[in-house]
Each structure stands twice: as C-alpha cells, then as structure tokens.
Nanobody, 121 residues
Framework: QVQLVESGGGLMQAGGSLRLSCAAS????????MAWFRQAPGKEREFVAG????????FYADSVKGRFTISRDNAKNRVYLQMNSLKPEDTAVYYC??????????????WGQGTQVTVSS
C-alpha cells in the first residue's frame, strides 16, 4: 500500500503560479513512477504530467507543456507540480497517483484524495 496526500491547492488569478505537493507513505516511494491527473466539474479525469521512479524522465499533456513542471524528491517521499502561467481552464481537482509510467488513468494503482485548484480570470 502507498498512501498519498496532496496539498498546495487554492485560488489564484490567471497568470499566477501554484506549487502542488504530494506526500507519500507506505511502500518504498522510489519504486513507483508518479503522475498528476486533474478532473474538472462534469469532465473525465485527465493526465497532466508524469515522472519516472528516478526522476530522470518526465512527460506532459500538451495543454500544460511549457507551463507546468513535475519533479520528485525520493529522500523526502514527495512529488511536486509547479504550475506557472495558470489559466482558468486549469481549474480542477488535482490528484497525485502512483503506478506505471503512463498517461493512462487505469495504469495507476494508488491515488490521493485530491486538492482543489481554482483559477479566476
């Protein structure tokens, strides 16, 4: 089992920045590839960014490429999502997930409870 707890969400004006954090506990964090997903009201959960177990590889959804950066600190059992140049369409609940190196929702076994990000225009 891996327990994941997200933090750092909030209300931000368009153009601003937020940094999300995900704290992991349980099984060895460094064994898992990690990702951030998001879900807006009335929409399906979508992939945002992923990072390999070592942190050596990352990949992003086209909608956030160049604005968001995923990183991890295996010594602290944390994964981060730095979000810059926020847009109203980034408004969603953001979820941290642990599993395979994939953009597929079904490839992630462990999920956090989510943190709300709201971007006003």
């Amino acid at each position: 089992q891996v327990q994941l707890v997200e933090s750092g969400g909030g209300l931000m004006q368009a153009g601003g920045s937020l940094r999300l954090s995900c704290a992991a506990s349980g099984r060895t964090f460094s064994n898992y590839n990690m990702a951030w997903f998001r879900q807006a009201p009335g929409k399906e959960r979508e992939f945002v960014a992923g990072i390999s177990w070592s942190g050596g590889s990352t990949f992003y959804a086209d909608s956030v490429k160049g604005r968001f950066t995923i990183s991890r600190d295996n010594a602290k059992n944390r994964v981060y999502l730095q979000m810059n140049s926020l847009k109203p369409e980034d408004t969603a609940v953001y979820y941290c997930a642990a599993g395979s190196y994939s953009s597929n929702y079904g490839d992630y076994r462990y999920w956090g409870q989510g943190t709300q990000v709201t971007v006003s225009s």
